[in-house]
């Protein structure tokens, strides 16, 4: 029998599977972590901190019961979980950087303003 023509029949009482519950959410999360940082790291590490709750406990869910749950919804509360990481460190970093560069520019600042001060 050709392989195009094959059908696979699930017997009469098989279940549908479902999705896990904040799959996408997760992946949503963590993608939006990592594209803000472009214009604000705190909301990056906020939603990085949301979509990595999300994607642990869709992980964890899939793990108790993976019969029950899709596998691409898995993959989606995976790869969300990852991304989150990913976006949550770099939002780290970036805060970093953004707290050194400050510092030293006050500093300057304020040697600016001590140069030229009259009193």
Do not use: D, H, W
Not at 73 to 83: D, E, F, K, M
Not at 100 to 105: E, H, L, Q, S, V
Request: hydrophobic residues 50%; aromatic residues 8%; proline residues 3%.
């Amino acid at each position: 029998m050709n392989e195009m023509n094959q059908v696979l029949y699930q017997p009469v009482n098989a279940q549908p599977l479902l999705t896990l519950p904040n799959s996408t959410a997760a992946l949503v999360l963590g993608i939006i972590s990592i594209v803000s940082l472009c214009c604000c790291s705190i909301i990056g590490f906020i939603l990085g901190i949301i979509g990595l709750v999300l994607g642990i406990n869709a992980v964890a869910l899939y793990k108790q019961s993976p019969g029950a749950y899709t596998e691409s919804s898995y993959q989606n509360a995976n790869a969300g979980r990852i991304c989150s990481i990913i976006g949550l460190v770099l939002s780290v970093l970036s805060n970093m950087l953004i707290i050194i560069f400050r510092a030293k520019y006050i500093a300057i600042f304020k040697e600016i303003i001590e140069s030229y001060s009259i009193y």
